[in-house]
């Protein structure tokens, strides 16, 4: 996984953990487990994915995932690069990332994701939530070229 988040502002473990808590996360993707995949997750995650399916809770996410893994996405890899974490407060951060599914290399990381992460009263972060987005790079373009006010700032 390839990070690139802010300035840790006195939140290195914290940062740390995150970024592990995410490497967990596909290692047990790109493992094909899906218990372990639903074990990043809250008793009450949620879990929107870029079809629009939403999931509840890290057994039921674990449990389809699993199903996915024995099918559909037998043999994937989930890529994922932070692009920004953000806290709100001692115990939630929100992570924006970029990342994809594939077979081999990726060519291109086309999805963005934001987790909302908390930790635990035993103090090991997990995911409450996320949601995932196809990105629509032409329609991006499109959009900035014919209205620039559209571009975000940070680009």
């Known amino acids: 996984m390839t990070t690139n988040t802010p300035a840790d502002h006195g939140r290195g473990p914290d940062l740390s953990a995150i970024r592990a808590l995410l490497d967990q996360s596909c290692?047990?993707?790109n493992r094909?487990?899906?218990t372990a995949y639903g074990e990043q997750f809250t008793?009450?995650?949620?879990d929107v994915t870029f079809a629009g399916t939403v999931y509840h809770g890290g057994q039921d996410i674990g449990r389809a995932h699993q199903a996915l893994f024995d099918s559909f996405l037998?043999?994937?890899?989930?890529t994922v690069e932070i692009i920004d974490i953000r806290f709100y407060g001692r115990d939630t951060a929100v992570v924006i990332t970029r990342g994809d599914v594939h077979k081999g290399r990726p060519t291109r990381l086309g999805k963005l994701a934001t987790y909302t992460v908390v930790r635990g009263e035993d103090g090991r972060w997990q995911i409450a939530a996320v949601q995932k987005t196809q990105r629509k790079r032409l329609m991006?373009?499109?959009s900035?070229?014919?209205q620039p006010a559209t571009r975000?700032?940070?680009?």
């Open 27 to 29: 290692a047990a993707w």
């Open 144 to 146: 900035f070229r014919l």
């Open 74 to 78: 037998k043999g994937t890899r989930l």
């Open 140 to 142: 991006e373009a499109f």
């Open 32 to 34: 094909g487990d899906g």
């Open 152 to 155: 975000p700032a940070a680009q």
């Open 43 to 46: 008793a009450d995650a949620t």
